[in-house]
């Protein structure tokens, strides 16, 4: 009964590892400082939330709504994609809501991945990005995560030396987890490539108005001729506050939507309509909210990459996302990712991600959320640099995978 096909495609989750851990020193009294989860909390704008007040309970909203997003959204959308990127979208043929943008990513590798597809994704990235498509029965192809010239060389060797040839390739910038960001001429290149080699191309824009710059992130769609190949998700969560709402957005190719709205068609019943309603809203209306946002975000950014810094752990400075990619500091590298997470949780009670749970390439590194005030920052490091001065000398039980074996 354990032996389920897409199950065993699916490694051990990481993060639920972390979780445990978290969790048995809350149950204990700590105090955790939880910067792990890129889980939100700042409140959704006031407008939103009364939009959906408003809107519940009106005739027809408790019935099922539209699979593919009610028309009033999708044309929402489609006006930010041109008030924003200056792209031109048809709300009928090119926009999907989805159930966030995490859904619309899995689904639409349900809907163009056949068993053996070879799928280009960056490592380290955002699980459903590999994993939605080893549920669908593809193979993986890890290519840098940076958007410079070994990416391009990566994608040359997979093409070359990949059988099948690779169907799709994911990208996420900013990126999560690594912050990292790319520019026009990166998604010129990565548009001529596709072309040239006859692949889709899936960017994950979830961070695109999280920046702390004057440098907004581009959209790969700005590119002329990325209509033919590409598909581009969006989500509410980090824009507007909006992670447990669970809205998002695929907008793209016609003939890709297509196939996306097909196979949702089968599976949901699409967002309660109420919230469809104040998405409308929150996209129509003002947009102040969006710079607050980022100016939380901002001044918790250079909180922790000052406080942490003093603390003796160099954070490198993200442009972008609410997250931080840290390097561990050296003396405890060699424990790998998950094993000093659980170390910092049970020594300074702070919690991160584990690197290794985006992929190998990660291994040595920690992802940081930007998800508590200041205040909270501020006592995770110096949590973190009492933790930094006795930890070498404190390691309770943990054993290097290595010298475990």
């Given at each position: ?327 561990i500091p050296p003396k405890f590298r060699h424990l790998g990712s998950l094993e000093f997470s659980k170390l910092l949780i049970e020594k300074a009670d702070v919690a991160v991600a584990p690197g290794v749970g985006f992929g190998e390439h990660g291994d040595e590194y920690v992802r940081i959320a930007l998800v508590e005030n200041e205040q909270r ?29």
């Open positions: 009964m354990t032996d389920f096909h897409r199950i065993r495609r699916l490694p051990p989750y990481v993060f639920e590892q972390v979780n445990r851990v978290k969790a048995t020193a809350r149950n204990g009294g700590a105090d955790i400082v939880d910067l792990g989860m890129g889980n939100p909390d700042l409140d959704a704008p006031d407008h939103v939330v009364e939009k959906l007040k408003e809107t519940i309970g009106r005739p027809r909203t408790d019935r099922y709504s539209a699979s593919k997003g009610i028309p009033g959204l999708r044309r929402a959308q489609a006006a930010y994609y041109e008030r924003r990127f200056g792209v031109k979208l048809n709300p009928d043929t090119q926009v999907v809501a989805t159930l966030g943008s995490k859904e619309g990513f899995a689904n639409m590798a349900q809907a163009i991945t056949a068993p053996g597809d070879v799928i280009l994704v960056p490592n380290p990235s955002y699980p459903i990005h590999a994993f939605g498509f080893l549920m669908a029965g593809a193979a993986i192809r890890s290519v840098p995560c940076e958007p410079g010239p070994e990416f391009f060389h990566a994608l040359e060797r997979a093409v070359a030396h990949s059988i099948p040839s690779p169907l799709a390739l994911v990208l996420c910038y900013p990126s999560n987890p690594t912050a990292q960001v790319a520019d026009l001429d990166f998604y010129r290149d990565v548009v001529a490539f596709a072309k040239k080699h006859d692949l889709i191309v899936l960017s994950d824009l979830a961070y695109s108005e999280v920046y702390f710059d004057d440098n907004p992130p581009p959209s790969v769609l700005q590119v002329p001729g990325a209509m033919d190949v590409t598909v581009e998700f969006t989500s509410m969560s980090k824009t507007f506050s909006m992670a447990g709402w669970r809205m998002g957005f695929a907008v793209g190719n016609d003939r890709l939507i297509a196939a996306l709205a097909r196979v949702k068609s089968y599976l949901d019943y699409g967002a309660y309509t109420p919230i469809q309603v104040a998405a409308t809203a929150a996209l129509n209306g003002p947009q102040d909210c969006i710079a607050e946002m980022r100016s939380v975000y901002k001044k918790r950014r250079d909180a922790l990459v000052d406080s942490f810094g003093k603390a003796g752990w160099d954070i490198p400075v993200p442009t972008a996302s609410m997250f931080a990619w840290a390097p920052i501020r006592q995770a490091a110096r949590n973190i640099r009492r933790f930094l001065e006795t930890g070498a000398e404190t390691l309770h039980n943990v054993v290097p995978l290595a010298a475990a074996r």
